[in-house]
């Protein structure tokens, strides 16, 4: 009934910027945190950033100063500017969030399907 979908991801040489973007449709009553994670070839998922409901943002030591995470509450929208891309900044990027469905419910987790970010010369 929640569904995430993240857009945004494409090929883009070292020193570069992207930015992603999250929209999340359904059965949405509210939505606390939201974040981004990665996975790259032959690694395992990692957090690249999160964000709470009041705007406090949290980032990976590796995207610290290249990264901004933001949020657009009125369109369950939030997005992942990346600047200065790096190569080892490629993997598939995948959104989540923590999205209550109803008044009469709590928090549940949701993921995005990913996008992939590829930075090459």
């Known amino acids: 009934q929640v569904r995430l979908v993240e857009s945004g991801g494409d090929l883009v040489q070292p020193g570069g910027s992207l930015r992603l973007s999250c929209a999340a449709s359904g059965s949405i009553f509210s939505i606390n945190a939201m974040g981004w994670y990665r996975q790259a070839p032959g690694k395992e998922r990692e957090l690249v950033a999160t964000i709470t409901s009041r705007g406090s943002a949290s980032y990976a030591d590796s995207v610290k100063g290249r990264f901004t995470i933001s949020r657009d509450n009125a369109k369950n929208t939030w997005y992942l500017q990346m600047n200065s891309l790096k190569p080892e900044d490629t993997a598939v990027y995948y959104c989540?969030?923590?999205?209550?469905?109803?008044?009469?419910?709590?928090?549940?987790?949701?993921w995005g399907q990913g996008t992939q970010v590829s930075v090459s010369s």
């Open positions: 989540n969030a923590m999205v209550r469905p109803s008044y009469l419910t709590g928090y549940f987790e949701h």
